[in-house]
């Protein structure tokens, strides 16, 4: 199996908990992506009726809309019945860090919003603490003086040996804008940043910072797809 239909896998089996009538968040990234291709053949097929999604970014409401899944937003839904998508770190109290696709603040709107959060995963993703695979943890900032922003998050984090750099397009030297206009200032960290909230809360308090990548004590349900099967882990 590869890691793409280990995504497939998990993908499928959260549609399941999909009933028509929902009002789903629609997840961004490889992995979401199969289950809003999921839910779309469901539709086409008659087997789900009466779907409306809520995109958690242009590119998911893009493809959402080639699929013809009926597409809303927060303001005319500001409950959500059920959100799926993928995460790119997940503790075992299934905290999540999000965002290495550059949707985290949308994302966090829309997963904040709803009832049930089900997260979908390789087994790749899963880590012991947030943070300890080196894997950049993203920032939304704003792109007004970020340079005066990432130094005060690396500064935040000087114990955990962290580094802040801003994310750019591989190729090009160009900053990353997200579908809010803003950067992302990526933090690497070399220790563990301990108390998960406090860092929450301290990231938040810097007036240039947007939004971050750990989304805590969010997910009610994260479904594992792995060599020896599927495993879900309730909240
Ligand atoms: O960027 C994001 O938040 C994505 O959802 C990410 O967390 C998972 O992306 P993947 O399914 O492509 O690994």
Partial sequence: LTQDDLKKIAAYKAVEYVESG??????????????VDRIGE??????????????????????????GIPLSDLDSHPTVDLAIDGADEVDPFLNLVKGRGGSLLREKMVEGACKKFIV??????????????????????????????????????????????????????????????????????????????????????????????MFLDMATTVIVAGELGLTVKNK
């Fill in 22 to 35: 929902m009002v789903l968040g629609l997840g961004t990234g490889s992995t979401a992506k199969h289950a």
């Fill in 120 to 213: 979908i995963v390789d087994e790749s993703k899963l880590v012991n603490y947030l943070g300890g695979s080196g894997l950049a943890m993203p920032v939304e900032v704003i792109q007004f003086c970020w340079r005066f922003t990432a130094a005060r998050l690396q500064k935040l984090f000087q114990e955990a040996g962290c580094v802040a750099k801003l994310r750019t397009f591989a190729e090009k030297d160009e900053p990353y804008v997200t579908d809010n206009g803003n950067f992302i200032v990526d933090l690497y960290f070399e220790r563990s940043i301990g108390d998960l909230k406090a860092a929450s809360d301290a990231i938040l308090q810097l007036a240039g910072v947007v939004e971050h990548g």
């Fill in 42 to 67: 469901l539709l086409r097929q008659g087997k789900l009726k009466d779907i409306v999604g809520i995109p958690t970014s242009t590119k998911t409401h893009d493809q959402a809309l080639s699929l």
